[in-house]
C-alpha cells in the first residue's frame, strides 16, 4: 500500500511514539493499578523452576504463594501435560517462553505471569500452544500477564489453534508488546473471550492487542476494558480477517485505542467478513479517545461491513486522519445499525473535518443521535422497524424510483441536510392481479410484478413453483388462442378453459398442438405488451422474440431478461406523497409561519432557534412554529422521530418544569404557575395545601392588623417607613428583572461564590415583594383544590377570598362603629393586588401571528375576541367591568368621599376621625386627597406587572415602570404634597433613585455593540451600589428620625408633668 506523503510523515511520527511508549521492565513492587491485583511476592527460598512434567492426570498443579521460574532456553511442557492449575499468589518469573506440545492446552488461575527481573526479551509467548488454548479464571480469581516483551509473534498467550478465554473470574493482560500481536494470537484461528472480566492496558504490536486469524468473539456480561492499546498497522485494541463479534450484556470500553494505518480499535480486514456489534439487555460499548493515525476509521474499521444491531455505543473524541471517518469507515461495505439501536457521538466538535461515518452505503435510524451531515457515503440509507414491509418508507426517509417508475424496494434513502422527512412514506401497486381469471390476456411485465406468472401449463415450473403447486395456480386455465390480429398476424394469447391440446418447450421455444409459437410481436419488448400466437414454417429459423427461458422470477424473453411473462397488464405504483421527492421537505417548506427558525441536519430531525419551540402531530408532513413568551422554557426544540413517525426518547420540546404545548405554556406535573407570572413554571414543593395557603394569607393578614394597628395621624418616622417601601417596591420590581438579561447566566458563573451572596442578596429584596399582601410568587395550580391549570375567573375568586376573609375579621375586632376605618386600610392594603388579580381577565397575547389567546388562560388555550362586539359577549368581560367598577368605589370613590367632606382648606377639628387622619395627616390642606394618587399610582404598578410579565416583556415591564416613575417625580415636584419640606425631599430622591435603578437595569438589557460585557459588569456593579447605598441611607435616616421622636415624646411629656405640678 502506498501512503500519499502526509500520512508517511504521519505513521513516522506514530511508530516513533509507539517505541518511546515500549513497557519497561517491571519491578516486584509493581501495583496494576486500582483495579488490579498484587502480584504476589517470592518464596525465602528462591524462585522455583517450574515442573516441564506431570502425574498421570496430566495437570501441574503449583503451590501457593509459591514463585517459579521458567528454563533459560526452551521451557516445553511434556506432551502428556494438558493443563496447569494456579494458585492463590502463586507466580511465574519467565526467562523463556511456555510451550505445550499436545493438541489442546488449559490454564487455571489464580496465578501472575511476568517476566524475570534480568530478562529484557522473549523470544516467544509468555505461553505457547501447539494446538487449542484454554484460559481459564474460576469465580473470584485473578490471571494475569504483565510487562512482557517478545521478539515473537506475541507477548501473552499464542497458539495455532483457537484459543479461549473464559471463567467467571477476571484475566488481566498488561503492559505487553510484541512484533505481531501483544496480548493474544491465533494467526489460523479463532480467538474467543467470554470472560467476566477482561482487562487489557498499554499493550503494543503490530496487529491489535488481540489478533485472531479466522474471528475474533467476545460474549461477556462483567467488565471487558482495553486501553492504551496502540497498534503500528490496524486494530489498537482488536485485529482479524475473520469476523469480529461483540455480544452479551457486560460493558465494553475501549480507550485511547490507536493504530497508524487505520481502524483504531477494532479492524476486520477480510475482505468477506463484518465487524458486528450485537449486545444483549443493559450490554454497552464505549469508545473513548480512539485514533487511526495516519488512516480511516478511528474507531472501527472493515474492509466488508460494519453491523451495530443492538444495545447502546458510544462515540466519545474519536478523530482518523483527515477526518476519514472519524468512527467508523468501511470503504468497501456498508455500515448498518439497527432501528432502535442507541449510537451516541459526544466531543466531536473539535473534529470538523471529514466525516464521522464513510463507506460504500449507510442504513442508519433516522431518529438517532447520527445525523446526515456525518455520513460520507455513495448510497445514505434508512433502518426500518421489522413490522415495516417493503412498501413503506420510515420518517426521515423517502422512496427512489428505478426506471419506469418502480420502487427501488428496501432502499429508503436519508434525507439530505437542509430538508426533513416527519412521517412514513408508502407506495402501493394498482391493477394487481389476485388471481388468473378467464379471458384475462398473457402480457409482458417487471420482474418484481405482482401479476407476474410463475410458470406456464402444463409445463414444468420455475424453481419457485413444483408442478402440482403449478397446476393448482392456474385453476383449470391456460394460454389459448384468441381474436385475431391483422397487424401482427397472430392471435392473441388470453386464458380460457377449453382444451386445446398441451403447450411444448423446447430449446426455449414454446409452441402449441397445431404448431403456433409464442412470439412477442415485433420484438417490442416493454411492460404490458401482449402476447400472441404466429404460425410459421417449419423450416423457418426462430426469432429472438420466439425465445424464453426459465428464471427465478418466471418465465422470461431471452432478449429481456428483466421482463418476464404476466397477465392482463403490468402494475403501476401510487405513492404516497404522489412525488416521493416531496417526502423529503427543505427546511423552508417545513411550516407555515416562521420557518426561518428551524434548522433541519437531514433524516427525521428539526431543531428550532431558542425562543421558539415546534409541535408536530403523528403523520403530519409539517410543524408548526411557536414564538414562547418565556424564552427561559424554550432553550429550542430538538424534535427526532422514530422511523414510525413517533417522537423518539431523545426529543426534547420544553425546557424542564414545562409541557408539550404551544410556546411551552403549560407546566410539568409538580410545577406550577407563578401568580405574577403565567409563563414561569415552579416547583411546587412538598407542602401540604393548608400550609400553603397559610404561607398567602399571614402575611396578609399581618400587614393589614400592622395597618389598622397604625391608621392614625403619621409621625414623620412613619412618613419616611412608607416612603421606604414605595421605593423597594419598584427597587425589588427592577431586581427582578436582572435574570432576565443576556449576560446574567455568565456574571453569575464569573462571581463563583461572590454571585452565590448576589443571587443570595436578590432572594432577600425579592421577599419583600413576596410578603405584599397577595401579590408574592405562589401558585394556585401547587394547591391541588383544582383539576389542572387554574382559569382567570377562579384565580380572581381565589384573590378576593383572603382579602374578604380579613375584612370581616377586621370589622369584628374593631367593632361596627369603625367600620369605616377598617374598610378604608383594608382598601388600602388589597385594592393593588386586586386591580392586578381583575386585569389578568383582560390582556392577550399570541404564539402565532393567526391566534390570539388569554394571556392568564394560556394552558387552556382560551381564545381571545377579535372586536369589541365579540369581547361583549364574553362573561369574562362583564366581570371585569363589575369588579372594576366596585373597586373603584371602595378606593377612590370612597377615599375622596372621606377626605372632601369637610372641604378643601378647612381646618380639621380637634376630634376628628383616627380615618380621615389616615388619609391626610402630613399633607399640605390643599392637596388632602394626594393620598388616592399613591393609591393609583401602587395599582399602576401591578397593572403593569399583570400586562406585562417579566419573563415575556421584561424591557416594557421596566419601561412602563419607569415613566410611572417618572411621572410620579414631575407630579411630586410640581405639586410638592407634604407639610414638611425634608420629606418632599426625600420623596423627589426615592423616585429619582428608582427611575437611576430602571435606567440602569434598561441597560443591562441592551446589547451594546462595544465591549457589551465590560459595560454590563459595569452597569450591575452601579445599580447594585445604588441600591445597597440607598438601603444604608433609609436605614439611618429611620433611626435618626426614631431618635427624634423618642426626645420629642420625652420633653412633651415633662412638659406635662411641670404643668401639673
Known amino acids: 500500500m502506498r501512503l500519499p506523503a502526509g500520512a508517511a510523515l504521519a505513521l513516522l511520527d506514530f511508530i516513533v511514539l509507539a517505541a518511546a511508549t515500549r513497557p519497561a521492565q517491571p519491578s516486584q513492587n509493581d501495583k496494576p493499578g486500582q483495579l488490579l491485583p498484587e502480584l504476589g511476592k517470592e518464596s525465602s527460598d528462591g524462585p522455583k523452576v517450574l515442573p516441564k512434567a506431570c502425574g498421570q492426570d496430566g495437570v501441574i498443579r503449583l503451590q501457593e504463594a509459591a514463585t517459579y521460574r521458567t528454563d533459560d532456553a526452551n521451557h516445553s511442557i511434556d506432551p502428556s501435560c494438558h493443563t496447569l492449575q494456579g494458585a492463590p499468589n502463586a507466580n511465574i518469573l519467565l526467562s523463556t517462553g511456555i510451550t505445550f506440545t499436545n493438541a489442546g492446552a488449559k490454564i487455571y488461575g489464580p496465578l501472575a505471569v511476568s517476566m524475570a527481573p534480568d530478562i529484557k526479551e522473549l523470544s516467544a509467548a509468555a505461553i505457547g500452544s501447539t494446538g487449542n488454548l484454554r484460559v481459564i479464571a474460576p469465580e473470584g480469581s485473578v490471571l494475569s500477564f504483565k510487562g512482557i516483551t517478545a521478539s515473537g509473534v506475541a507477548a501473552g498467550l499464542n497458539a495455532d489453534g483457537n484459543i479461549t478465554l473464559e471463567g467467571q473470574g477476571s484475566i488481566l493482560l498488561l503492559d505487553l508488546f510484541s512484533d505481531r500481536a501483544a496480548a493474544v494470537r491465533s494467526l489460523n484461528a479463532e480467538v474467543v473471550s467470554t470472560v467476566q472480566n477482561l482487562h487489557v492496558r498499554n499493550c503494543s504490536s503490530r496487529f491489535g492487542a488481540v489478533y485472531g486469524g479466522r474471528g475474533v468473539r467476545f460474549d461477556s456480561s462483567g467488565k471487558v476494558v482495553f486501553e492504551d492499546c496502540v497498534a503500528f498497522r490496524r486494530g489498537g485494541a482488536v485485529c482479524t480477517r475473520g469476523e469480529l463479534s461483540i455480544s452479551g450484556q ?363 419551540m415546534v409541535l408536530h402531530e403523528v403523520g403530519q408532513r409539517k410543524v408548526v412554529v411557536h414564538h414562547c413568551p418565556n424564552p427561559a422554557a424554550c432553550p429550542g426544540s430538538n424534535l427526532s422521530l422514530t422511523a414510525a413517525g413517533i417522537a423518539a426518547n431523545k426529543t426534547q420540546l420544553c425546557a424542564t418544569g414545562y409541557v408539550r404545548s404551544p410556546g411551552c405554556v403549560r407546566c410539568s406535573a409538580g410545577y406550577g404557575r407563578n401568580n405574577q407570572d403565567p409563563f414561569t413554571c415552579s416547583p411546587c414543593g412538598t407542602a401540604s395545601t393548608t400550609l400553603q395557603v397559610a404561607m398567602v394569607a399571614l402575611p396578609s393578614g399581618a400587614f393589614y392588623a400592622v395597618a389598622l394597628i397604625l391608621a392614625r395621624p403619621r409621625t414623620e418616622t412613619q412618613q419616611i417607613f412608607k416612603i421606604f417601601l414605595a421605593f423597594i417596591t419598584v427597587s425589588c420590581r427592577s431586581l427582578s428583572a436582572v435574570p432576565h438579561t443576556p449576560h446574567y447566566e455568565k456574571l453569575k458563573t464569573d462571581l463563583h461564590n461572590a454571585a452565590k451572596s448576589l443571587y443570595y442578596f436578590l432572594t432577600a429584596l425579592d421577599f419583600v415583594i413576596e410578603t405584599e399582601p397577595n401579590n408574592g410568587n405562589y401558585s394556585l395550580d401547587c394547591w391541588g383544590i383544582f383539576d389542572g391549570s387554574v382559569d382567570a375567573k377562579w384565580s380572581l375568586l381565589v384573590a378576593w377570598v383572603i382579602p374578604t376573609a380579613w375584612l370581616l375579621l377586621g370589622l369584628g375586632w374593631r367593632g361596627s362603629n369603625q367600620w369605616l376605618k377598617s374598610l378604608v386600610v383594608w382598601g388600602n392594603v388589597f385594592i393593588p393586588p386586586l386591580v392586578g388579580a381583575t386585569m389578568k381577565l383582560s390582556p392577550c397575547f399570541s404564539t402565532q401571528e393567526s391566534h390570539r389567546i388569554l394571556m392568564y388562560e394560556a394552558p387552556l388555550g382560551t381564545i381571545c375576541a377579535s372586536s369589541l362586539a365579540g369581547m361583549a359577549k364574553e362573561p369574562r368581560f362583564w366581570l371585569f367591568i363589575g369588579t372594576g367598577s366596585l373597586l373603584l368605589l371602595l378606593g377612590p370613590f370612597l377615599w375622596l368621599s372621606v377626605v372632601t367632606s369637610r372641604g378643601k382648606g378647612t381646618k380639621q377639628p380637634e376630634g376628628e376621625s383616627d380615618t380621615e387622619a389616615f388619609l391626610v395627616a402630613g399633607y399640605r390642606p390643599e392637596v388632602r386627597w394626594w393620598e388616592v394618587t399613591v393609591l393609583a399610582r401602587k395599582a399602576a404598578i401591578l397593572i403593569i406587572a399583570t400586562l406585562f410579565p417579566m419573563s415575556w416583556a421584561p424591557a416594557a415591564h421596566l419601561v412602563y415602570l419607569l415613566v410611572i416613575t417618572i411621572l410620579a417625580e414631575l407630579v411630586h415636584v410640581q405639586v410638592q404634597p407634604y407639610a414638611s419640606a425634608d420629606l418632599n425631599r426625600l420623596e423627589a430622591m426615592a423616585l429619582g433613585i428608582s427611575a437611576i435603578c430602571l435606567a440602569l437595569v434598561l441597560s443591562l438589557a441592551t446589547e451594546w455593540p462595544f465591549m457589551p460585557y465590560e459595560v454590563y459588569v459595569t452597569n450591575a456593579a452601579l445599580l447594585f451600589i445604588l441600591m445597597i447605598g440607598s438601603y444604608i441611607g433609609f436605614f439611618r435616616l429611620y433611626l435618626h428620625a426614631r431618635a427624634n421622636d423618642r426626645q420629642e415624646q420625652g420633653e412633651s411629656s415633662a412638659v406635662r408633668q411641670d404643668c401639673a405640678r
Not at 335 to 344: A, D, K, M, P, Y
Not at 541 to 565: C, D, H, I, K, W
Not at 569 to 581: G, L, R
Request: overall charge negative; glycine content about 10%; charged content about 20%.
Open 250 to 612: 457486560a460493558a465494553y470500553v475501549f480507550r485511547n485505542c490507536a493504530a497508524a494505518e487505520g481502524d483504531g480499535a477494532l479492524s476486520a480486514m477480510g475482505l468477506d467478513h463484518d465487524v458486528s456489534l450485537e449486545l444483549g439487555p443493559g450490554g454497552s460499548v464505549l469508545f473513548d479517545g480512539c485514533q487511526a493515525r495516519a488512516g480511516p476509521g478511528g474507531a472501527i474499521g472493515s474492509y466488508r461491513n460494519i453491523n451495530i444491531n443492538a444495545g447502546s455505543v458510544a462515540f466519545a473524541k474519536c478523530s482518523a486522519w483527515r477526518g476519514h471517518g472519524n468512527i467508523m469507515a468501511a470503504d468497501r461495505g456498508t455500515v448498518h445499525i439497527l432501528e432502535g439501536t442507541q449510537v451516541t457521538l459526544s466531543g466531536m466538535d473539535k473534529y470538523d473535518t471529514g466525516a464521522a461515518i464513510i463507506a460504500h452505503e449507510v442504513m442508519i435510524p433516522a431518529g438517532g443521535d447520527l445525523l446526515a451531515e456525518d455520513i460520507l457515503a455513495r448510497n445514505k440509507l434508512v433502518t426500518k422497524f421489522a413490522d415495516q414491509g417493503r412498501e413503506t418508507c420510515p420518517a426521515g426517509s423517502m422512496f427512489a424510483k428505478r426506471i419506469g417508475g418502480i420502487p427501488d424496494w428496501d432502499r429508503c434513502r436519508l434525507c439530505d441536510p437542509g430538508s426533513s422527512s416527519l412521517a412514513i412514506s408508502q407506495v402501493s401497486p394498482r391493477n394487481v392481479v389476485k388471481s388468473p381469471e378467464e379471458n384475462m390476456r398473457l402480457v409482458l411485465v417487471r420482474q418484481t410484478s405482482p401479476n407476474a406468472i410463475p410458470c406456464l401449463p402444463p409445463l414444468m415450473a420455475n424453481a419457485t413453483l413444483d408442478r402440482d403447486r403449478c397446476i393448482e395456480y392456474w385453476q383449470g386455465l391456460s394460454p389459448q388462442k384468441a381474436e385475431w390480429d391483422s397487424l401482427y398476424e397472430g392471435h392473441y394469447v388470453r386464458l380460457g378453459s377449453r382444451s386445446v391440446g398441451n403447450l411444448t418447450w423446447k430449446d426455449g421455444i414454446v409452441k402449441t398442438s397445431d404448431g403456433a409459437v409464442l412470439e412477442v410481436p415485433l420484438g417490442v419488448f416493454v411492460p404490458s405488451r401482449p402476447l400472441i400466437f404466429i404460425k410459421r414454417n417449419d423450416e423457418d429459423e426462430y426469432s429472438a422474440s420466439q425465445r424464453f427461458s426459465m428464471t427465478p422470477y418466471g418465465v422470461s424473453p431471452v432478449q429481456a431478461p428483466n421482463l418476464v411473462l404476466g397477465l392482463q397488464h403490468d402494475v403501476t405504483y401510487d405513492f404516497q406523497p404522489p412525488n416521493p421527492a416531496d417526502a423529503c421537505l427543505a427546511c423552508h417548506r417545513l411550516a407555515p409561519e416562521a420557518a426561518m427558525q428551524l434548522q433541519c441536519p437531514g433524516g427525521a430531525h428539526v431543531s428550532s432557534l431558542p425562543g421558539y
